[in-house]
């Protein structure tokens, strides 16, 4: 076993003695290549950290984009995981809310609770955890330089940094599926529908079906939306929403004629909000990927730069939410994007008169109104049986490449450390 580093913020040497390696953690080690490594365990580091034994940890979308395109901005051995959930080991002296013992969630947000930003419902732009290095928001957990460089979820145990104000707490027994998905899904598909505003008796249209466009779809039922429309052009995802009510619309079948057909769904004009659950890595961008699979290759300060000065995003899903949403309606972003210059059709964008909202997630700004939906009788969004996968840590390799590659009816897969 080498040895290896745990990203800015462990609390051990660089390259520790073989001693000190205990806890298999999920790193990266390059495109399309993560590894479970023997890593140090972490300690508490600062008064306001939290030691938290991890129960279950989910892969997400997002980790895809780690996986096959923002490599430049991650080191090998970095540890991954930004959905985690356990129970409290050790908390620091200023930690009062949580304890040992406790059953908590971690947000992927890494944010403080009293900055202007958090007072204000916008902790993923939380001023006291900006990378201020590279001019973005809040750190977030086990997601690149970019956002901190902290050690993720995907691990036996994780070290919560400004864990006096992130972690919820959630009552013991009931299964963690219950519980998990207030790390990112739920609270990602929460802002997701709030921000695409749909009015009463409205109508909206979700651009992909993986786990955070499936979730905005029953988000959106459980709110009362007249009308529920989903692109994708995975048939078993396509068949998931169908299950419970959603018009989903196959990609592959529409061919140019997917903004016609979403009209006459839509009494004539379009959806009045649409949701964009896609970002990137949109399927049917050539050109985008060509420009992906050059960074992939290309050493970390040329692919750096390339992507902070140039277009690097597939904007397929993005170009058709501009092409769908009727005129005077709103698209609210979910899909994470990276590129610095992508090109946009401003023109169509102001002469549809288009509102445009988006973000990462506030994660504990949504935890009010969704705890009691996990916690309550009955499942009404359904987590319990959200997953497709439960696999041990040890599993991650091969769970990385069913859920990229959509094998095995994989849609979300959540790991046992
Ligand atoms: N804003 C946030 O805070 C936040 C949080 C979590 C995830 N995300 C982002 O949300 C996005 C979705 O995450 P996920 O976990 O559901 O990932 P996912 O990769 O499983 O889902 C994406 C889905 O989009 C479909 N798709 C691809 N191209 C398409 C196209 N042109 N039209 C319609 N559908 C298309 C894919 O088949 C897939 O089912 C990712 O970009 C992720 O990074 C954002
Ligand atoms: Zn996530
Ligand atoms: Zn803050």
Known sequence: MSARRTGRGASHDEFPDESELTMRAVAWHGTRDVRVDTVPDPTIEQPTDAIVRITSTAICGS????????????????????????????????????????????PFNVSCGHCWMCDNGLQSQCETTQVREYGTGASLLGYTKLYGQIPGGQAELLRVPQAHYGPIKVPDGPPDD???????????AWQAVAY?????????????????????????????AETVLAVDLVPERLQR??????????????????????????????????????????????????????????????????????????????????????????????????????????????????????????????????????????????????ATHRLPLDDAPRAYEIFQKKQEGCFKVVLKP
């Open 241 to 386: 929403a169908r299950d419970h009510g959603v018009v989903a619309l196959d990609l592959n079948d529409e061919g140019r004629d997917l903004a016609g057909h979403v009209r006459d769904l839509t009494g004539g004009r379009g959806p009045d909000a649409v949701i964009d659950a896609v970002g990137l890595e949109a399927h049917g961008a050539p050109i985008g990927k060509i420009a992906q699979r050059l960074t992939a290759m290309l050493p970390d300060v040329a692919a750096q730069k390339l992507m902070t000065t140039a277009g690097i995003d597939r904007l397929s899903a993005l170009h058709s939410a501009i092409e769908l949403v009727r005129r005077g309606g709103t698209i609210s972003l979910s899909g994470v994007y990276g590129g610095a210059a992508s090109p946009m059709p401003l023109l169509q964008l102001f002469d549809k008169q288009i509102t445009v909202r988006q973000g990462q997630a506030n994660v504990r700004r949504w935890i009010d109104d969704l705890l009691p939906l996990v916690s309550g009788d009955g499942d009404p969004l359904g987590v319990e049986e959200y």
């Open 196 to 224: 695409a505003d749909v009015p009463s008796g409205g109508s909206v249209l979700v651009l992909g079906l993986g786990p955070i466009g499936e979730m905005c779809t029953r988000i959106a039922q459980h709110q009362g």
């Open 63 to 106: 980790d895809l984009h780690l996986y096959e395109v923002l490599g430049a901005f991650i080191d090998e051995g970095d540890v991954l995981g930004h959905e985690p959930m356990g129970v409290v080991e050790a908390v620091g002296s200023e930690v009062t809310q949580i304890r040992p013992g406790d059953r908590v969630v971690i």
């Open 178 to 188: 219950r519980f998990l998905y207030l790390s990112d899904v739920l609270p990602t």
